[in-house]
């Protein structure tokens, strides 16, 4: 079993700045790509960032330039700065893992967070 955490949620105002963290836990082989998503009401779920163990890193158009993904490979973590944050931001966002790397990964991850609740108000 792997357990996959987030923390970090809130509320946020616009124009402000949040970050996120996450971390893998359990019988982990292999972790190679970990990401965020998100689900906003209403709506599907989508990329918002993604990266690898080897640092290559994959953004949404709607977050690029203004938000930052890390990872801490030794303790199978990563994290979301974002920054200028707008109320379409409001979303449940997910962490979630796999052994894949991004070609394979950015079809489906294995491994998913229960997500936390992120609320940017005007």
């Known amino acids: 079993q792997v357990q996959v955490v987030e923390s970090g949620g809130g509320l946020v105002q616009a124009g402000g700045s949040l970050r996120l963290s996450c971390a893998a836990s359990?019988?982990?082989?292999?972790?190679?790509?970990m990401g965020w998503y998100r689900q906003a009401p209403g709506k599907q779920r989508e990329l918002v960032a993604a990266?690898?163990?080897?640092?290559?890193?994959n953004y949404a158009d709607s977050v690029k330039g203004r938000s930052t993904i890390s990872r801490d490979n030794a303790k199978n973590a990563v994290y979301l700065q974002m920054s200028e944050m707008k109320p379409e931001d409001t979303a449940v966002y997910y962490c979630?893992?796999?052994?894949?790397?991004?070609?394979?990964?950015?079809?489906?991850?294995?491994?998913w967070g229960k997500g936390t609740l992120v609320a940017v108000s005007s």
């Open positions: 990266a690898t163990t080897g640092g290559s890193t």
């Open positions: 359990g019988s982990i082989f292999r972790i190679n790509t």
């Open positions: 979630a893992a796999t052994g894949e790397d991004w070609d394979l990964a950015r079809y489906g991850m294995d491994y």
